[in-house]
């Protein structure tokens, strides 16, 4: 049976039911980026974390599931619904399997970068499930019963303040927390503004809103990405602290540091939307 093609159905389940809208996992928008960035037509729909294979958002179905290989077959965490389904689990594992597949470019990008935002990331997780979960809670349960939902909540809340423990974002005060961000926040900011400066320089045009890319380079690498994955779930999350002290993530994305929404503005009209309407 041959493999997935550019050409094969994709329907990627998001997690949420809003339809034309970015969702607040940075995993789902990287995603999406992906494929517009190749120019793929896909589908959206919601599924459910309960139906997700390994529990996670997002997830995939492609047409043409491939041939097992003589010496390993295929993965066992890869979940058929018949013959011709492909389901794939987990952002990263998608587009590693899309790109072996030749569904997607193989942008090669295993750069600095991306440590800084699974860094901002895990504070990023901190603030909204330690100070915001009752908010957090309700939107990604959403479509869990409400008595149930407070059970898992509580599951969810128990399992991620533990990992942040373990990976030591959660033994850090709320002043550090801040600060780590701003950090991480600034060096982006003045890795997007010499890539835009540089594509000024290079360009003929006299319009200030053209695309530029992370690394500066003339195509979108998989940093690209990764990071309008987690400017779009920053911008979009209503879980943060409105009215405080230290700023929060969003804050620090919004209104300090220049250069992060002009960058994801450019991507957004600029990758090509199959789905847009």
């Given at each position: 049976m041959p493999s997935p093609s550019p050409s094969s159905k994709i329907t990627l389940y998001r997690g949420f039911p809003d339809q034309g809208q970015f969702t607040w996992s940075p995993f789902v928008t990287k995603l999406e980026a992906r494929l517009r960035f190749a120019g793929l037509s896909y589908e959206n729909r919601a599924g459910s974390i309960r139906e997700a294979p390994r529990g996670k958002i997002p997830y995939l179905a492609i047409r043409k599931k491939p041939s097992p290989s003589p010496s390993r077959g295929v993965s066992s965490d890869d979940n058929d619904n018949d013959d011709?389904?492909?389901?794939?689990?987990?952002?990263?594992?998608?587009i590693k399997r899309l790109i072996e597949w030749g569904v997607l470019p193989d942008l090669n990008a295993r750069f600095g970068i991306v440590k800084l935002l699974t860094d901002t990331f895990m504070a990023k997780s901190r603030e909204?499930?330690?100070?915001?979960?009752?908010t957090m809670r309700d939107h990604v349960l959403a479509s869990v019963p409400y008595p149930l939902r407070v059970v898992v909540g509580l599951l969810v809340y128990?399992?991620?303040?533990?990992?942040?423990?373990?990976?030591?974002?959660?033994?850090?005060?709320d002043d550090e927390i801040a600060s780590f961000q701003r950090e991480i926040w600034d060096c982006i900011s003045q890795v997007l503004s010499a890539a835009k400066a540089k594509a000024a320089k290079n360009t003929t045009s006299d319009k200030n809103d053209e695309p530029f890319w992370l690394l500066a380079g003339d195509e979108p690498t998989e940093?690209?990405?990764?990071?309008f994955g987690f400017i779009i779930s920053?911008?979009?999350?209503?879980?943060?602290?409105?009215?405080?002290?230290?700023p929060t993530c969003l804050k620090i994305a919004r209104f300090f540091v220049d250069g992060v929404t002009d960058f994801a503005w450019c991507i957004h009209t600029e990758a090509p939307n199959p789905n847009a309407s």
């Open positions: 011709d389904v492909h389901v794939l689990a987990d952002s990263t594992l998608i909204r499930w330690t100070q915001n979960y009752y128990r399992n991620i303040t533990h990992t942040l423990h373990g990976q030591g974002t959660g033994r850090y005060t940093a690209d990405a990764t990071l920053t911008l979009v999350c209503t879980a943060y602290v409105r009215l405080s002290y230290p």
